[in-house]
């Protein structure tokens, strides 16, 4: 089994052609700014909109004493709450959902084999999402050997801060690795994301001394790493690498402040403007003259 919390089909962004993509819950680093805080949890995960709340007090009476009524809202004490399935469906209006699921691999390519004609008229395929996609193993490795007996191309967004042996055991599974470069610098990288950086930077060097096809992806992050000398050093870092042939930004934004008010989480980055696309010009000139091919996402 392995634990879902999205299935976003027809997706253009994400690797070559049309692509379903698959989002895995569970993550080994904390990012401060996550537009998936979701994913961050391994498990299932209640999220409560206020404003979609219309009072029915179903979810209260399901939920054992740990979700009631106060001062016009819902106090959720979620660490209390063992029994997620009864809440799954409870509320009518919506607000309060169970996010993640644990689906069989044949429900997951079930799902997957509806799109299979858009990748056949795309060149497009699977793009392994999260949170972090590693964190599913050994369960995603079977998956993904049955998407490659269909003759699926396999793209994974992946942070690479995971153990090497675990991204070993794929190195002939995946087509394309999508992964992160967010920072170089240990003690800020730990700061921000309770990660470390070296174990990223030694992965990103493995995959490109095993000839592997990757995108080296930059989220740009104000605090973090929004400034010249830093995104400069990013980019002669991924310049060094022979595989590395192209370079994302992903430019910061603000729209993840009401998944953290959801989740009843704090997000530090909320009063934060929004990177925009025009401030990253700099840094896709300096990439190509790198020798890199360069692009800003969405």
Known sequence: ???????????????????????FKGCSLQCMWCNNPESIDPFPSIMFDERSCRKFGDCIRAGNGHINAKNGTLAIDREK?????????????????VTGQ???????IGEIEKDIPFYQMSGGGV??????????????KELITELKSRGINISVETSLHVPWETIENYLDMIDVFLAD???????????????????????????DEHGKTFIVRVPVIPLFNFSEP???AIIDFAAGLSNAHEINFIPFH???????????????????????????RTFVE?????????????
């Open 286 to 298: 300096y990439a190509e003259k790198k020798g890199l091919s360069a692009k800003i996402l969405n």
């Open 127 to 140: 793009t392994l999402s999260g949170g972090e996609p590693f964190s599913q193993d050994p369960a995603l």
């Open 102 to 108: 644990e689906m069989s691999i044949s429900q997951i």
């Open 254 to 280: 603000s729209l993840a402040r009401e998944k953290y008010a959801m989740l009843g989480k704090e997000y530090i980055f909320e009063n934060h403007r929004n990177v925009e696309k025009a401030e990253l």
């Open 1 to 23: 089994m392995l634990t879902v919390f999205n299935i976003q089909r027809y997706s253009l962004h994400d690797g070559n052609g049309v692509r379903t993509n698959i989002f």
């Open 181 to 207: 470069l967010k920072h170089l610098d240990e003690e800020k990288f730990t700061k921000y994301t309770g990660g470390i950086a070296t174990l990223v930077m030694n992965n990103f060097r493995k995959l």
């Open 230 to 232: 830093e995104l400069f």
């Open 81 to 97: 709450i063992t029994d997620l399935k009864s809440l799954r469906d409870i509320c009518p209006s919506k607000a309060l959902i």
